[in-house]
């Protein structure tokens, strides 16, 4: 299949008629894509509610930014409906669904100013000048692009290129919007920036906001809902706290959190029996009087925090602790965890066993 330029779908995205107002949920039914030789998408259930920003999660290859061209009618289901608004979107083409899109790339055109790639939409609409320049205007002062409007792509750093994509998605009036991991070209200290406008833009304008990362970060500090796909397939659906704290397998104890959950074999913490693994988040760690015996295999030093690595019954675990603490010291060193802290998968399928009550410390 022809792959559409970024340019190409975002005119076609922005050039359908203004929807209704109120944002819209929208729901994925049993949706599997295939290509020649490749399942991209299998049979994805998801529910998207309406005016939240839902996170899809994986890593590169999971099938994340397919399930976004599908929902904007750029890819067509192999199987499945996708409905928006209880209507189901099979036959309408991209222009038609109501939908804005922000990609990876901006799809800015380097030949137009600001304002005219900001306004391209609404002229492809033939919108009246007059309510297209209001609309422009508020728009700028939102995005704090005022004194930028006559300047060429070309001119922009890559935060306010960024910012303008955003303008032209918000300028549509669309209440859905499509955002193609579109953070991943900024440097670390902008895409903090960057996270915390869209999240406060999405929450002022009340967006249906569907938002493609592979940077569990981003996910975490942006997201209503989290959906963690795993080889076209839907590991885990939660909010952040819920995926965090109650990981539904060794994939998403292992995805989410930086440093990750530890995984040690259960035998090893006199947790349970073979078979069996036994997650721990480093901040649920401590070193105690009593305990599992474990030694100290380095350190490394963040400045608020220390990460300890600890060899635990041959399985290195990372140990997250208050950097003023210190190094521990001695020979004889025990592990314990907090209370509840303690989370049990199945070492063959990777799953989360029904959470049992273990010991907190020994």
């Not at 609404?122 to 209001?134: F, I, P, Q, W, Y």
């Not at 669309?174 to 070209?185: F, G, K």
């Not at 019954?313 to 602790?321: D, F, H, I, P």
């Amino acid at each position: 299949m022809t792959r559409v330029s970024s340019q190409t779908q975002a005119a076609a995205v922005s050039a359908g008629q203004p929807s209704a107002p109120g944002a819209p949920g929208i729901v994925l039914s049993a949706v599997s894509k295939e290509f020649p030789g490749h399942t991209a998408v299998a049979g994805v259930d998801v529910h998207i509610g309406a005016g939240e920003l839902t996170v899809l999660l994986g890593p590169s290859g999971c099938g994340k930014s397919t399930l976004l061209r599908l929902i904007a009618g750029f890819e067509t289901p192999t199987a499945g409906e996708i409905a928006m608004a209880g209507r189901s979107l099979g036959a309408l083409p991209p222009a038609e669904r109501g939908i804005a899109m922000v990609f990876q790339h901006y799809a800015l055109f380097p030949h137009l100013t600001v304002a005219e790639n900001i306004t391209f939409g609404l002229s492809v609409r033939r919108t009246a000048k007059a309510e297209m320049g209001d609309r422009l205007m508020r728009v700028a002062r939102m995005m704090g692009l005022e004194q930028l409007l006559d300047r060429k792509p070309a001119q922009l750093s890559g935060g306010q290129q960024q910012r303008v994509a955003l303008a032209r998605a918000v300028i549509s009036e669309r209440p859905v919007c499509l955002m193609d991991e579109p953070l991943s070209n900024l440097d670390a200290k902008l895409r903090a920036e960057m996270r915390v406008e869209i999240r406060a833009l999405q929450q002022r304008l009340g967006l249906t906001m569907v938002y493609v990362t592979h940077d569990q970060v981003e996910a975490m500090t942006m997201a209503d809902r989290i959906v963690l796909m795993n080889a076209g397939r839907v590991e885990q659906e939660g909010t952040p706290e819920d995926i965090y704290a109650r990981p539904a397998s060794t994939f998403a104890a292992r995805f989410i959190g930086s440093p990750p959950m530890n995984l040690i074999p259960a035998e090893a913490l006199q947790a349970g029996p073979a078979g069996r693994l036994a997650g721990l988040r480093p901040e649920d760690m401590h070193l105690a009087d009593t305990g599992v015996p474990v030694s100290v295999k380095g350190s490394e030093y963040l400045g608020a925090d220390l990460l300890v690595t600890l060899d635990v019954g041959g399985t290195e675990a990372v140990l997250r602790q208050p950097a003023r603490h210190g190094l521990p010291r001695g020979e004889r060193l025990h592990l314990a965890w907090a209370p509840g802290a303690l989370r049990l998968f199945d070492a063959g399928s990777g799953r989360a066993l029904p959470h049992e009550t273990t010991h907190s410390s020994h």
